[in-house]
């Protein structure tokens, strides 16, 4: 009897805990990091090093367990130093983009609990509101307009402690900068964010 009562609780915990796990969850918080990035040219006509730049937003996730929907917004900084060879000399300049970021990310959460991983990926939709070209590198004129919209995809890792959240990921440009028939340019970056829940 002891043991049918008991494998009966098991049972109920069982389901009701599978329950409580299938149903949709609302999340939301904010989010601070930093990023690297890097332009990326066809051929060998440019090259960039990379600079540590910033990112700071907000994040929700909808879904349960299995699959789930984190829309993020944030206000980032990229930087980077071009290097462009013009007339048999080097031409190094500072080129920074501030962007309202938008990923659309589609993830699955790896644990129970607490304490889980988290695997993610998807597009960004990046409005640029400020550009800055360095003066060496403005006096030429395939430098001097960039888009004011960009898309890219990323994707990354990470993991969920209690209310903070830490993410790793690669953000991979699929648009070109570059207007008006100049070298194509594309922007990659490395970010790394910390974030917390709200609710």
């Known amino acids: 009897m002891k043991k049918a009562l008991l494998s009966i609780c098991i049972l109920i915990s069982t389901v009701t805990f599978a329950s409580a796990q299938l149903l949709p969850t609302f999340q939301a918080g904010i989010k601070g990091g930093l990023n690297f990035s890097q332009l990326k040219t066809d051929g060998d006509w440019l090259s960039s090093s990379s600079r540590a730049g910033y990112q700071a937003g907000i994040w929700a996730r909808i879904g349960g367990a299995g699959i789930h929907f984190q829309p993020e917004l944030y206000l980032t900084g990229k930087s980077t130093e071009a290097t462009f060879t013009e007339d048999g000399g080097n031409i190094k300049a500072d080129v920074t983009f501030t962007s309202l970021d938008l990923p ?80 194509s340019q594309k922007i990659s970056l490395w970010t790394i964010g910390v974030g917390y829940r709200l609710f």
């Open 104 to 183: 659309l990310l589609i993830g699955t959460r790896i644990g129970l609990g607490p304490i889980a991983a988290r695997i993610q990926a998807g597009p960004v939709v990046s409005f640029v509101v400020d550009k800055g070209i360095g003066n060496a590198l403005e006096e030429v004129s395939d430098f001097k307009n960039y888009k004011n919209q960009a898309i890219a995809i990323t994707g990354g890792v990470g993991v969920d402690i209690m209310k903070f959240r830490a993410d790793l990921r690669y953000e991979h440009g699929l648009s070109d900068l570059s207007k008006d028939g100049s070298e």
